[in-house]
């Protein structure tokens, strides 16, 4: 077997042959023909090579350079389809945009990478229209999960926050090319204009999450002690003896923005030499 045909561990490459489920991921792509189209990871070319009847360009950004240099020599695709040789958790895709929301990007991603993958990919939310991957099923119940369900965690909460989230079908292991020891399936990410509640500090917002379903079982209280405080859970109407996967994005969002109030009324009071615990006594 040729370099380029043997999948390899460390990249964590399954390769996806079942033409049944090539067409279904292109139908549920439906690519125009002046479509900016981006595919992570074309692996051998199945789903390239599916894509290019539809468009007529595409960008494919492969890490592995023997695949990289077999893609480039492949008689149906080397006209139609611009390879970049670069690592795709490092790569500036936000720089293949031509117009805000212009990119549509595909891919079965490789399941050791899908999640950093996807936390990089929000970076370049404003530039990308659409997103279909085919993942790892744990990772996808945990992009689509609600509140209260065990799936619910720090992953749901972002990737809601930046995109509308749906499930679209199920892959079997044997699709692919050595099987994986897990379920895959199909999600679609649509990056929202903007985000039904808006975060005052972005990064604040993901602090907060981050925090909070650092310690899961443990209340908010306890988990965010040092970085809430109780004003700021009773502004935003959330208990604080509630759960992180109690919490709706828009809890989260709300705790958020109380917080950076709450600091900023602090700020302003000291700038003022005013102690808000005995600004009230007579």
């Not at 993942?135 to 509308?164: F, T, W």
Request: with cysteine; net charge positive; glycine share 4%.
């Amino acid at each position: 077997m040729s370099d380029f045909n043997r999948p390899r561990k460390r990249f964590g490459q399954h390769f996806l042959h079942d033409q049944n489920i090539l067409a279904k991921i292109v139908h549920a792509i439906a690519p125009a023909a002046d479509d900016r189209l981006v595919e992570i990871g074309p692996g051998r070319g199945a789903l390239t090579l599916q894509l290019v009847r539809h468009c007529d360009r595409l960008i494919a950004v492969e890490l592995d350079r023997d695949l990289a240099d077999y893609l480039t020599r492949h008689e149906a695709l080397r006209e139609r389809v611009e390879l970049i040789n670069a690592d795709a958790l490092k790569f500036d895709f936000s720089g293949l945009s031509e117009a805000p929301r212009s990119l549509r990007i595909v891919g079965n991603l490789p399941y050791n990478i899908s999640t950093p993958l996807l936390f990089h990919l929000l970076e370049a939310a404003d530039q990308i229209r659409d997103m279909h991957f085919l993942l790892q099923k744990e990772v996808v119940d945990r992009l689509v999960a609600a509140p209260g369900n065990k799936d619910y965690g720090r992953l749901s909460v972002m990737i809601q926050y930046h995109c509308q989230t749906e499930r679209l079908f199920h892959v079997p292991p044997g699709a692919f090319s050595p099987p994986p020891k897990v379920e895959s399936s199909v999600v679609r990410l649509t990056p929202r204009e903007q985000p039904e509640a808006i975060a005052a500090d972005p990064r604040h917002f993901e602090k907060v999450v981050r925090q909070a379903f650092s310690q899961r079982r443990k209340t908010l209280r306890k988990s965010l002690r040092g970085l809430v405080g109780e004003a700021a859970f009773e502004q935003a109407g959330v208990a604080a003896s509630l759960r992180p996967e109690q919490l709706t994005v828009h809890n989260f969002v709300d705790l958020s923005n109380r917080t950076i109030e709450s600091a900023e009324h602090r700020g302003y009071h000291r700038s003022q030499g005013i102690s808000l615990s005995s600004r009230n006594k007579p």
